[in-house]
């Protein structure tokens, strides 16, 4: 059996947790938005979003963010990968973006993440979100915002399991590769 690192009320309260930091740090909602990177951190985008709107403190835009095209170890002469066009629906210009992922391990997905933001304009600010940061950084990355410190070898692996994404349950857990 695999270690559970968070189940389903875990993340509720982690998130929770996560949008009142927000809230505190950026001294409330205004000219903040939510960019999920696709699909994990969309989904966690999503429903931080909710969070916010259900506790009647604010109504964020929100939207997914495909770095496909941004990403250095994925993209070379030889493969060219599928990516989505991306359209968020609204403007970046002057707005603090919270960059959302699920997890932050070597630092290369959120540095696409930056990049592919700064494509489609300029904000006044980002910060980092993640769920679970495992470590293991490649490239000089810090999230601003971290649901759980889960430090891993590399033959570990944190699987993330979400409703939305056709999962039973909610679940992150640690697999050996």
Known sequence: MQPVIMDA????RTL?????EIEERNEGFENVVLVGVKRGGEVVAQRLAS??????????????????MARDDLVSAFILPEAEKNEL??????????LCDDVLHTGRSAVAGI?????LGRPAKIQ????VDRGGREV??????????VPTSKEEYIKVQFRELGHGEDALTITRR
Do not use: Q, W
Request: net charge positive; glycine share 10%.
């Open 9 to 12: 009320d875990g993340m509720r």
């Open 16 to 20: 929770v947790r996560l949008s009142h």
């Open 51 to 68: 969070l916010i709107r259900a506790s009647g403190r604010g109504e964020l835009p929100c939207a997914g963010l495909d770095i496909t």
């Open 89 to 98: 629906g609204f403007p970046l210009e002057n707005k603090t973006v919270v």
């Open 115 to 119: 990049e592919a933001l700064f494509r």
């Open 128 to 131: 980092l979100l993640v769920l």
């Open 140 to 149: 000089p990355v810090r999230a601003d915002y971290v649901g759980k410190n």
